[in-house]
């Protein structure tokens, strides 16, 4: 009885804040000014100080010695502290999009340029965001705005010039494109394989077409992969490739698993294991974890294949994957911004506000939503010691927490009661469009 009296006032709050507040226009006013404060605040100490891992990857150091440029752009770099001068990393794909990047004079304009074309591409994909999936909602355009562009790992992306953001944009667009099912499928397939030129994770979602049967996107994704991979290694060598050089080496030590930064599952088992003096435990666990949980979705997902909440599909697709590489930093989290997206519009048109609970709990473990340099220098202030906030919650395995409990969301989206919407595209408005606002 005491249960579902919590239910109600949760539903009645729910209900609530939605009319009064969100539903306001000076709701929207504020929280777009807010996010603007922010990010513009973000942008203008990140543009004006190199800190970022752009030396440690870009621009290729092969193209810029073929362009006569190592010096000015290459020389004390992350990686050729690792590897032979010719090394390169990341997807094969990065040497197109970097490559006008060697009509600047120097690596710090270099820099800066590319800041600012990854924070454009940030702004461009919130925008796209908001615009398929509020349908002229104002209390969802209101909480998505502030979903969307107070995001720390997003934050973290731009900041360093991360490649993710171009996946996320990516990513976006074939989402975009396939709004219409079956229309877009080419198109939506070479997105996703240009996507995966650039950075393997969304490669997850090529499997999924050949699954569900979108033949067309399947092998589109798959061709645009292959010419991408097969070009790039005969141009650049693939004995030049340091990611390669790096999974081809039995002999090379580094250890980043248990790095606070790591938040997938290993990074989780193993500082676990290691804080309860079972260390040895923590990478058998971490390789049961990651196939357990890899596996189970997959056999998920076949059970589902015949549904048509393929947006859902995408975001536990795209959650798990994060979640289950051998490892990945926080940044890697900005592609959670689709999910948290498609999340969002689904507790719109679910009638259970008490997952509402379950979002926002898994947004601020992940995205804070709060500028965190002001929360440190509070915590500083008060226990008159320096405390790096953000490095504690990354070793107690905060985002990687949050992450599990939006994938636990999404399930439970997915595996709505009978008699509840089951097809997130019946009736939406086709982007750009905008509807009535709905009556809470």
């Given at each position: 009885m005491a249960n579902r009296s919590f239910v109600k006032r949760v539903e009645l709050f729910s209900d609530?804040?939605?009319?009064?507040?969100?539903?306001?226009?000076?709701?929207?006013?504020?929280?777009?000014?807010?996010?603007?404060?922010?990010?513009?605040?973000?942008?203008?100490?990140?543009?004006?100080?190199?800190?970022?891992?752009?030396?440690?990857?870009?621009?290729?150091?092969?193209?810029?010695?073929?362009?006569?440029?190592?010096?000015?752009?290459?020389?004390?770099?992350?990686?050729?502290?690792?590897?032979?001068?010719?090394?390169?990393?990341?997807?094969?794909?990065?040497?197109?999009?970097?490559?006008?990047?060697?009509?600047?004079?120097?690596?710090?304009?270099?820099?800066?340029?590319?800041?600012?074309?990854?924070?454009?591409?940030?702004?461009?994909?919130?925008?796209?965001?908001?615009?398929?999936?509020?349908?002229?909602?104002?209390?969802?355009?209101?909480?998505?705005?502030?979903?969307?562009?107070?995001?720390?790992?997003?934050?973290?992306?731009?900041?360093?010039?991360?490649?993710?953001?171009?996946?996320?944009?990516?990513?976006?667009?074939?989402?975009?494109?396939?709004?219409?099912?079956?229309?877009?499928?080419?198109?939506?397939?070479?997105?996703?394989?240009?996507?995966?030129?650039?950075?393997?994770?969304?490669?997850?979602?090529?499997p999924y077409f050949f699954l569900t049967k979108r033949w067309k996107a399947a092998i589109a994704s798959t061709a645009t992969v292959g010419i991408i991979g097969i070009s790039t290694q005969a141009i650049l060598g693939w004995q030049n490739s340091a990611l390669m050089n790096r999974m081809v080496d039995v002999n090379h030590e580094e250890n980043f698993l248990d790095h606070p930064l790591n938040q997938a599952a290993s990074g989780f088992l193993i500082r676990m294991t290691k804080a309860l003096g079972r260390e040895a435990?923590?990478?058998?666990?971490?390789?049961?974890?990651?196939?357990?949980?890899?596996?189970?979705?997959?056999?998920?997902?076949?059970?589902?294949?015949?549904?048509?909440?393929?947006?859902?599909?995408?975001?536990?697709?795209?959650?798990?994957?994060?979640?289950?590489?051998?490892?990945?930093?926080?940044?890697?989290?900005?592609?959670?911004?689709?999910?948290?997206s498609v999340a969002l519009q689904a507790l719109r048109a679910d009638g259970r506000k008490t997952l509402w609970v379950l979002y926002g709990l898994s947004f601020a473990m992940v995205g804070w939503g709060i500028p965190m340099s002001i929360v440190n220098s509070a915590v500083d202030t008060i226990l008159g010691r320096h405390v790096w906030v953000i490095q504690r919650l990354h070793e107690v395995s905060v985002p990687f927490i949050g992450a599990v409990m939006l994938l636990a969301l999404l399930l439970i989206i997915a595996n709505r009661p009978e008699g509840e919407p089951s097809d997130l595209n019946k009736g939406r408005p086709v982007v750009g469009a905008v509807s009535p606002v709905r009556q809470s």
């Open positions: 609530g804040f939605c009319r009064r507040i969100l539903g306001n226009s000076r709701a929207l006013v504020i929280v777009g000014v807010y996010s603007i404060a922010h990010l513009g605040i973000y942008f203008y100490r990140y543009a004006m100080n190199q800190a970022s891992d752009f030396s440690g990857a870009w621009p290729a150091p092969r193209i810029a010695e073929w362009l006569g440029k190592t010096d000015e752009f290459y020389t004390g770099s992350v990686t050729t502290q690792f590897h032979e001068g010719l090394s390169w990393s990341y997807g094969p794909m990065l040497h197109v999009i970097t490559l006008p990047l060697f009509l600047l004079p120097d690596r710090q304009t270099a820099y800066r340029v590319l800041i600012c074309v990854v924070f454009a591409v940030y702004l461009l994909v919130g925008v796209m965001l908001v615009l398929r999936f509020s349908g002229g909602d104002r209390p969802l355009s209101v909480v998505m705005i502030f979903v969307l562009f107070n995001f720390a790992p997003a934050y973290e992306a731009t900041g360093q010039g991360n490649i993710e953001m171009f996946e996320l944009l990516l990513l976006t667009l074939a989402i975009v494109a396939s709004r219409h099912e079956r229309k877009h499928e080419t198109l939506t397939g070479v997105l996703i394989g240009v996507a995966a030129g650039l950075k393997f994770l969304p490669g997850f979602l090529i435990l923590g990478v058998p666990m971490s390789i049961a974890a990651m196939l357990g949980l890899g596996i189970g979705i997959c056999v998920w997902l076949w059970r589902r294949r015949n549904e048509k909440d393929w947006e859902v599909h995408w975001s536990v697709l795209l959650t798990t994957s994060v979640l289950v590489i051998p490892h990945n930093e926080s940044y890697y989290f900005c592609l959670l911004l689709i999910p948290y």
